[in-house]
T-cell receptor, first 117, second 113 residues
Framework: NAGVMQNPRHLVRRRGQEARLRCSPM?????VYWYRQLPEEGLKFMVY????????ESGMPKERFSAEFPKEGPSILRIQQVVRGDSAAYFC???????????????FGPGTRLTVL | DAKTTQPNSMESNEEEPVHLPCNHS???????IHWYRQLPSQGPEYVIH???SNVNNRMASLAIAEDRKSSTLILHRATLRDAAVYYC??????????????FGKGTKLTVNP
């Protein structure tokens, strides 16, 4: 049973380019979460999605960032016109159907390390 | 979100028990206590969670104070592989509450051979 997969593992972009980060949740999981970890800092929640729906995007920057989780295929975190401050590790997590709020375990992927030159 | 307070770092020797404390004096009656850890250059990994009673699993034990204002993660025999940053996180079990994890700075555990 494969875990959460993220690709690419490392991504280098120049300022102004677009970055697309992909996340395939664990089999049977319908909830996806994205977190960002800036260098030497803790993880910060960005967005929580279910299939075709954004449930909570309270941690997403208002501009340049967007996320989707289509009916088919992986979840995508898209960063337009990247700047150096976007350099960070981006982690995706997934969980199965929520049967009891606050209890479900989130399974994390290995992360994508974005470097903006 | 209710806040947690953890020591910045702790050190242990291999094969010895480790007690990682967490204070959460503003915990509400609807909050679960979760622990995750992050090994170097990896994504976080779930360790354990509890509500009121002490909990055990194959990775660790969780001891919860009677007033729930603090908890302790116990690694019974530390190995080098347990060197990681350990995060204590409160999660609201209220129906419709946010499912996001709110990470603090955590405790960096160093295990000496």
């Amino acid at each position: 049973n494969a875990g959460v997969m993220q690709n690419p593992r490392h991504l280098v972009r120049r300022r102004g380019q677009e970055a697309r980060l992909r996340c395939s949740p664990m089999k049977g999981h319908s909830h996806v979460y994205w977190y960002r970890q800036l260098p030497e800092e803790g993880l910060k929640f960005m967005v929580y999605l279910q299939k075709e729906n954004i449930i909570d995007e309270s941690g997403m920057p208002k501009e340049r960032f967007s996320a989707e989780f289509p009916k088919e295929g992986p979840s995508i975190l898209r960063i337009q016109q990247v700047v150096r401050g976007d350099s960070a590790a981006y982690f995706c997590a997934s969980s199965p159907e929520i049967v009891a709020s606050g209890r479900n375990e989130q399974f994390f992927g290995p992360g994508t390390r974005l470097t903006v030159l | 979100d209710a806040k947690t307070t953890q020591p910045n770092s702790m050190e242990s020797n291999e094969e010895e028990p480790v007690h990682l404390p967490c204070n959460h004096s503003t915990i509400s009656g609807t909050d679960y206590i979760h622990w995750y850890r992050q090994l170097p250059s990896q994504g976080p990994e779930y360790v354990i969670h509890g509500l009121t009673s002490n909990v055990n699993n194959r990775m660790a034990s969780l001891a919860i104070a009677e007033d729930r204002k603090s908890s302790t993660l116990i690694l019974h025999r530390a190995t080098l592989r347990d060197a990681a940053v350990y995060y204590c996180i409160l999660r609201d079990r209220t129906q419709g509450g946010s499912e996001k994890l709110v990470f603090g700075k955590g405790t960096k555990l160093t295990v000496n051979p």
